[in-house]
């Protein structure tokens, strides 16, 4: 696979824009400057360049000056966040086999790293790696990933008997990454890995979490239902909310928990697609306006002209321009 292909799917960025509004901190802002449209976190089944999740952690960890924000958000996911990845791993026997099918089945979350389960005399580990040229710094994402998969060990209950080994070397206040990597933590090792007493690999696992979370199923419900609704021009809280079976202040919430509000939504979705139907030339001005829900083509311009800094036809002359 191509260095450029690599890329992680939606869900491991799924707690991200919550923990900034949390802090006083647009989402909304941060995202589209990374290059990651929220958007782009509706579709489970899509991916996000690894790159840009990488700047994404570093920027999030900058703008809201908790250098371990990754870390804790990575506290905060439940094996269920992860889709099938997670379902597989609940579903496990045992530690040591949950263990075995997180390493086995990381493609399911990242294209181009590498999750490895050793077993040795009296331990074992869970190793994490990343393949190829990494583009951007991944020492946030590193930390977030390991902190979760650490809680794949924590399934036996036992943390005494699971530690965290970071390949990155111990700064000034990294000991505040006991908060969420336990006491048991080492820097400056030849592998990022989580290191397993052998004693626990055959402890049954219990209670993994709450069912599929209704925030991140609301949130992949609502973008599909927008991209339907925008040609009828009923792209609103009040019809998402009707097809949906609940409240319109339900989902408003449920949208807030995840990190952005429906109508951040809404313009993002409008925005993703307009570019798109521009950049294929396929659709004129006024096809575009009325497939994106808007009456007036002089209206779809303005917000063109608000989200690119210039008019569809300008955009679509640089952008060939650009790749041609």
């Known amino acids: 696979m191509p260095f450029d292909d690599f890329a992680h799917n939606p869900r491991t960025l799924l707690h991200i824009a919550g923990a900034l509004r949390n802090r006083g901190v647009s989402p909304l802002e941060l ?25 994404l952690s570093e920027e999030a960890g900058i703008v809201s000056g ?18 099938p990845w997670g379902r597989t791993i609940a579903g496990a026997r045992s530690v040591g086999e ?8 990381v493609e399911l979350l990242h294209q181009g790293s590498a999750l490895r389960f050793f077993t040795f005399a009296r331990h074992a580990e869970l190793r994490f790696e990343y393949h190829g040229r990494l583009g951007a710094s ?53 592998y990022d890995s989580i290191v ?23 949130a992949e419900a609502t973008g599909a239902l927008l991209k339907r609704l925008l040609p009828y021009g009923r792209a609103n809280l009040e019809t998402v909310a009707a097809h949906l079976r609940v409240s319109a202040r339900t989902v408003q919430r449920r949208l807030r928990d995840w990190g952005f509000s429906f109508e951040e939504i809404l313009d993002d979705v409008r925005r993703t697609e307009a570019t798109r139907h521009v950049i294929s030339g396929e659709n004129s001005a006024i096809e575009i306006a009325f497939l994106l829900g808007y009456s007036d083509p002089a209206h779809f ?15 679509a002359r640089a952008f060939r321009s650009n790749y041609s």
């Open 301 to 315: 311009t303005r917000a063109f002209r608000r989200w690119t800094g210039m008019p569809p036809r300008d955009y």
């Open 31 to 55: 995202f589209r400057r990374v290059g990651v449209p929220p958007s782009a976190l509706l579709d489970a089944n899509g991916w996000v360049p690894r790159q840009l999740c990488f700047a």
């Open 98 to 105: 949950a263990c075995a099918v997180a390493a086995n089945n």
């Open 196 to 218: 397993i007493d052998r004693s626990i690999l055959d402890a049954s696992i219990g209670d993994v979490g709450p069912n599929p979370i209704e925030v991140a199923e609301t």
């Open 138 to 190: 991944p020492h946030q994402h590193l930390l977030g990933s390991m902190v979760f998969l650490r809680k794949i060990a924590l399934l036996a209950k036992v943390p005494e008997a699971v530690s965290v080994r970071l390949s990155i070397p111990y700064s000034h206040g990294a000991e505040c990454l006991e908060e969420t990597c336990g006491p048991r933590l080492e820097f400056g090792c030849d």
């Open 66 to 83: 908790d250098r371990f924000l990754i870390s804790k958000i990575g506290a905060s996911f439940e094996l269920v966040d992860f889709g």
